[in-house]
């Protein structure tokens, strides 16, 4: 059973537009969320994160939407950019039960941000 | 220096053959992680080492095995490699700390044939 769910394999935005990730999970012990970046060839590399108390984090043209009761997350990238193309992965993690200290990945969106 | 070395980068090896994976960091990071990515599963882990005494199994950790050599060194190891073990590994680190970030490695891109 996928704790993490990233229901979109891909997606694809015009170069100045709105990018929205979508990410839904299933464990409510979960409290910290994170949202990674992949380039081909290699590591994921940390973009953001969130924590179960903030509904909002922002950092530059990224900014993650927390909604606890929906237990859906939005990665939001505005503008877009043609290097943002990459996959991105959600990943939570918890302080309590079977999923403390490490982190739960989805399986990815592959986003495609045309010129 | 990458904060977390993989070796190798790539390799092809036969069914039944052992092989080793390596890793190793400079971040000084007391945890350290395999993951395992495949086509449309994400990534998923296999093992992980809170200190040199502590090794893990993951969600998917048959037919492998790991070491912890010291601080800076987690391998993975596939005893008798089989074509569905073809993937790419991904070796992370972290200091366990409120971000519970990850850095991970390059990766190492595994074909079983």
């Known amino acids: 059973d996928q704790q993490v769910k990233q229901n979109s394999p891909s997606l694809s935005v015009q170069e100045g537009r709105i990018s929205i990730l979508n990410c839904d999970y299933t464990?409510?012990?979960?409290?910290?969320f994170l949202w990674y970046k992949k380039y081909p060839a290699e590591g994921p590399t940390f973009l953001i994160s969130?924590?179960?108390?903030?509904d909002k984090n922002e950092d530059g043209r990224f900014t993650v939407f927390l909604n606890k009761s929906a237990k859906h997350l939005s990665l939001h990238i505005v503008p877009s950019q043609p290097g943002d193309s990459a996959v991105y992965f959600c990943a939570a993690s918890g302080n309590s039960g079977g999923s403390n200290y490490k982190l739960t990945f989805g399986k990815g969106t592959l986003l495609t941000v045309n010129p | 220096d990458a904060d977390v070395t993989q070796t190798p980068r790539n390799r092809i090896t036969k069914t039944g053959k052992r092989i080793m994976l390596e890793c190793s960091q400079t971040?000084?990071?007391?945890?350290m992680y395999w993951y395992r990515q495949d086509p449309g599963l994400g990534l998923r882990l296999i093992y992980y080492?809170?200190?040199?005494?502590?090794?893990n199994k993951g969600e998917i950790s048959d037919g492998y095995s790991v070491s912890r050599q010291a601080q800076a060194k987690f391998s993975l190891s596939l005893e008798s490699a089989i074509p569905n073990q073809t993937a790419l590994y991904f070796c992370a680190t972290s200091d366990g700390g409120i971000n519970y970030g990850y850095t991970f490695g390059s990766g190492t891109r595994l074909t079983v044939v």
């Open positions: 080492s809170f200190d040199v005494k502590d090794i």
């Open positions: 971040k000084g990071h007391d945890r």
């Open positions: 969130i924590s179960s108390i903030k």
């Open positions: 464990n409510s012990m979960f409290d910290y």
